[in-house]
Structure formats: structure tokens, C-alpha cells
């Protein structure tokens, strides 16, 4: 039977661990996914870049982890003139949608901004979705741009 001394020896041991192990690594502070065509503008083209990568909170022993960072969204190939958003799969202060543009003359555009999500509902996705007016004010968003990055 161990003795009482050991076994909160053993738990403060184990607390140590953990502290010096700290946050999962990550590989690189900047990861570039390419964005493709998804919709009816198969000319599209894009990127995302994920950069100010940050572990906020990690539960080492449960495999959790929250990460934050700001995505970057640059696009090419797009309806000139036409409003586009960039859009998340994580909620985030802004909601859904991390950024909008209206697609120069030439068809190219970028927004972004931060979101923040955890390992249990990656990977964290972003889509560039066009948003057309109809005639009576309602609203039609029609993705065209879709990537994830790997974690």
C-alpha cells in the first residue's frame, strides 16, 4: 500500500511534466493552403494564409487544444465588381464571416481577419462566398472558393 507522502509526490511529478511539456508545437508560425474552385466561377483562384499562430489553452493529456490566428485571404479570377465574403466554419467575435471585398476590375480581392478554434472541431475551413442582391432585396451567397488548413 503506498504511503500517503508518495502518491502526492507522484500527482505534483506528473503537474511538473505537464507544465515543462507545455503547449502542443507547432511547425511553423505561417501555413499557406491554396483556396479552388468550388462553384460557377471556375476561373477562381485563391489563398489563405493562417499567421500569428497561437496555442490559447491546451489540455495535453485530454489531446485538447484552442488555437487563435489571423487568416489572410487573397483571391484572383473573380466577377469584377461583384461583393464576395470570407467565411469561417469556427465562430468567432465577427461571427461566421471573418472579412468582406468587392472584386476589383481585374477580378481580385483579399480580406480577413481572426478566429480562433479547437483540435475537436477542426480543420479549420474557409470559403470565399459570392453575395448577389436580387430584385427584391433578398440575399443569394454562393460559395466559390474552399480550402482547410490541416489542423
Not at 508545437?25 to 491554396?34: F, H, K, L, M, S
Not at 472579412?99 to 474557409?126: E, H, I, K, N
Not at 470565399?128 to 488548413?149: M, Q
Request: charged share 15%.
Amino acid at each position: 500500500m503506498p504511503s500517503m507522502k508518495r502518491v502526492p509526490l507522484a500527482v505534483l511529478f506528473l503537474i511538473a511534466a505537464a507544465l515543462l511539456a507545455g503547449t502542443p508545437a507547432i511547425a511553423r508560425d505561417v501555413e499557406v493552403i491554396p483556396l479552388l474552385p468550388v462553384g460557377d466561377e471556375s476561373t477562381a483562384s485563391g489563398k489563405a494564409t493562417l499567421s500569428n499562430l497561437d496555442v490559447t489553452w491546451a489540455n495535453p493529456g485530454a489531446m485538447e487544444a484552442y488555437y487563435q490566428g489571423r487568416v489572410r485571404v487573397t483571391c484572383a479570377g473573380l466577377t469584377p465588381g461583384a461583393m464576395y465574403e470570407v467565411w469561417t466554419n469556427q465562430w468567432h467575435p465577427g461571427g461566421w464571416v471573418l472579412g468582406d471585398f468587392q472584386a476589383s476590375g481585374r477580378g481580385t480581392g483579399a480580406a480577413g481577419g481572426w478566429v480562433g478554434w479547437s483540435v475537436w472541431t477542426s480543420p479549420l475551413s474557409v470559403l470565399v462566398v459570392r453575395v448577389d442582391e436580387n430584385a427584391d432585396g433578398t440575399f443569394v451567397y454562393t460559395t466559390v472558393l474552399a480550402g482547410s488548413f490541416p489542423f
